[in-house]
């Protein structure tokens, strides 16, 4: 039985890369050839040329000026750091202004009172007594003109109507 | 085997900072012939090659501490003698407005009245068809054929697969055979 299987394969099995026995012949002769012709390349080296060679790297090597390169990765990755710290520090201890009456504007402190409905009672505590001097009635610049603008645009005809 | 042992204990060396000069100078002593050859063969004349070599030794000495241990450490430091040797070509390219393979041709046109070399007409011949090639299978031919590198350590100097450095240097074998049997 294991005779005539073995004998059934004639195959190894085994390829060789294509026009691969083409190139080879002329490929072994070239270099035959060449290796009659030539040994070596014909360069020389001067005398004593690497026996003076280690010293000469070694002295090199110990008095090449160290270059620090100040740029690289790491320092600056130090240095901005450093940078936002301290940027953050100062920003912290040097702004000391504080918001005042002053940096708000009137138009948003007039939305703020009519959002609140304050009434005039409110409004009326804020007043100290300087503020409450009659003259300011007295004195006022008021013209009947300006006064009748003023009740026409911020009164209705019902507010007027004592009763 | 040997050097591979060696290689470990090298490495301890450089690693630690207390023997770090000694491992340097075991370093240099084992491997700056073999680099030598290797940038002499890409830059030409005898003066570029103590340039390019110094500055190889002392790029390795300042990034020993980057040497993982992924490649083997003659591949790594291969590596950057390759690259210091390539970039010194391009640098001289540049400076006299031409390509590499012209400074190259320039280099080896004028080695029969260089010093340092004492080839006859037939190295001569040779050094001008590997000029005329490609700079990876310049590379690739000078590797296996004078340093005799395998496959596989070449592959991993050069980054590149051991089938295509295969059949570069296939390749280079036959273009030069040809250049040098024409006339």
């Known amino acids: 039985m294991k005779k005539k299987k073995l004998h059934n394969i004639k195959d190894s099995g085994f ?149 | 085997m040997q050097i591979i042992i060696e290689e470990k204990e090298l490495v301890d060396l450089l690693t630690s900072e207390k023997t770090r000069e000694k491992g340097f100078r075991q370093l240099i002593s084992l491997y700056k012939e073999r680099l030598y050859w290797h940038i002499r063969k890409i830059v030409i004349s005898h003066d570029d090659t103590d340039d390019v070599l110094q500055n190889t030794f002392i790029k390795i000495f300042k990034n020993i501490s980057n040497f993982k241990g992924e490649s083997k450490l003659f591949s790594w430091m291969y590596r950057i003698a390759t690259n210091e040797a390539i970039t010194h070509l391009k640098k001289n390219a540049k400076h006299q407005n031409l390509s590499c393979e012209e400074i190259q041709l320039h280099a080896v046109n004028s080695l029969q009245s260089d010093v340092y070399f004492e080839g006859d007409e037939i190295q001569f011949k040779l050094q001008q068809a590997i000029a005329k090639l490609p700079q990876k299978q310049q590379m690739v031919f000078n590797m296996k054929y004078f340093d005799d590198i395998k496959y596989k350590d070449m592959s991993e100097i050069l980054e590149t697969s051991e089938g295509a450095l295969k059949a570069s240097y296939h390749i280079a074998v036959k273009k030069i055979e040809a250049y040098l049997t024409k006339d």
């Open chain 1, 15 to 163: 390829k060789a890369p294509k026009n691969y026995f083409d190139g080879l012949e002329e490929s072994i002769m070239n270099q035959i050839k060449l290796h009659e012709k030539i040994e070596d390349t014909g360069f020389k080296s001067p005398d004593n040329y690497f026996e003076l060679f280690e010293d000469k790297i070694i002295d090199r090597v110990k008095h090449e000026p160290k270059v620090i390169p100040l740029f690289n990765k790491r320092n600056l990755l130090y240095a901005s750091g450093i940078a936002a710290a301290l940027f953050i520090m100062l920003s912290i201890f040097i702004n000391n202004n504080e918001l005042t009456f002053d940096d708000l504007e009137t138009a948003s402190i007039e939305n703020y009172l009519n959002e609140e409905e304050l009434d005039s009672y409110e409004i009326a505590s804020l007043l100290t007594e300087e503020e409450l001097s009659t003259d300011i009635f007295i004195d006022s610049d008021l013209t009947s003109e300006s006064l009748e603008e003023y009740l026409l645009q911020n009164t209705t005809i019902e507010d007027l109507i004592i009763e």
